[in-house]
């Protein structure tokens, strides 16, 4: 896990030191409002080209499914995505396979495929998630 996080820490900052007249940037978890997306995850966008004046051709989100919750069915219709699992335990649909996610699992998800998690555990499920390129609520389909 110490290797993913060293690996995302170049990967996001290589990008933006290459973007216009910003050099680099650093932000706490604390500064990001948290808002609901996914149809039920709570989302803080950590680096957003929208929010942040850097565009690395991708977004990063921290993401919280709480215990007992899911989330409704949805979908990207531009954006391929890449969770991290940080902590706890969910199982997330995709198309139509369940993957038993787990800390220090990488699942890739590619645009335009249904996809919905459930966290039927006493614990809260915490993700990273990079989406490229980056998530604008626009393409987002939720189905009710």
Avoid at 95 to 124: C, F, H, L, R, S
């Amino acid at each position: 896990m110490k290797r993913f996080f060293i690996f995302l820490f170049i990967l996001l900052f290589a990008s933006v030191v290459h973007a216009k007249n910003i050099d680099y940037l650093v932000k706490e978890l604390s500064q990001c409002p948290s808002k609901v997306y996914g149809g039920g995850f709570l989302v803080k966008e950590v680096i957003h080209p929208k929010n942040d004046g850097v565009n690395p051709g991708f977004s990063t989100a921290y993401i919280v499914l709480k215990s007992h919750k899911k989330t409704e069915p949805h979908k990207l219709s531009n954006s391929n995505q890449v969770f991290f699992v940080i902590k706890g335990k969910a199982k997330i649909h995709i198309g139509n396979k369940v993957i038993n996610a787990k800390p220090n699992m990488a699942i890739y998800i590619n645009k335009n495929v249904w996809q919905w998690a459930e966290n039927d555990t006493d614990n809260d499920f915490v993700f990273l998630c990079i989406v490229s390129p980056p998530w604008y609520k626009k393409e987002e389909v939720v189905k009710k």
